[in-house]
């Protein structure tokens, strides 16, 4: 396997499947499902999950920016809580912590413990982003795959790539299968944000962007097919 330890990033509105929001728990366990047949090889998994399917915190100009971070983060935490029981009707270990204390919820997010877990294979599911308004979480995707020493930080997409324009718009946009992080920010392309790359490139924390709803494609990833897009500091 290419990777041994990773930090999965799914969004909240992945978990939605075909409903314009909240979970879809159908969807929930067809993601869980693919995780934990990489997890059963024995690789290291954690997941970073946004919160998106229940709140768009910046979309909400009129309310101050801390309160509304903050009800992102109970929906993260709702999604995490959602991912943990998946996992646990599939027969895989699992924690959840998340980076606001809830005691009677969660564990409260703390490093050494986190990489406990990982060690006994356990998947973790992070919730809170990093605990603090203002940073999203890709940010605290890139901030855990740091804490825990991940081989690559993997985004989990509806698209099987990055491309150097919307393929949506345009349909002689081009899929990169590299691209520096340089490049990314550079060209501001609209992969993680800007904080997120950084501290990627910063810790040399490879991410791979793929396709979640291909069946099979983690497990790729994780073998090495060139599936995606990688985005590292150097390219051929």
Known sequence: MKYKRILLKLSGESLAGDKTSGIDFDKVLDICQEITMIAKMGIEVGIVVGGGNFWRGRSNQQMDRCTSDYIGMLGTTMNALAIGDAFKQLGQDVRVQTGVEMRQIAEYYVKDRALKHLSNKRVVVFGCGTGSPFFSTDTA???????????????????????????????????????????????????????????????????????????????????????????????S
């Open 141 to 235: 995707a890139a901030l855990r795959a740091a804490e825990i020493g991940a081989d690559a930080l993997i985004k989990a997409t509806n698209v099987d790539g990055i491309y150097d324009s919307d393929p949506k718009k345009n349909k002689d946009a081009k899929k990169m299968t590299e691209i520096s992080y340089l490049d990314v920010l550079n060209k501001k392309l609209n992969v993680m944000d800007t904080t997120a790359t950084s501290l990627c490139m910063d810790n040399d924390i490879p991410i791979i962007v793929f396709d979640i709803n291909k069946k099979g494609n983690l497990k790729r990833v994780i073998e090495g097919e060139d599936i995606g897009t990688v985005v590292k500091n150097y390219c």
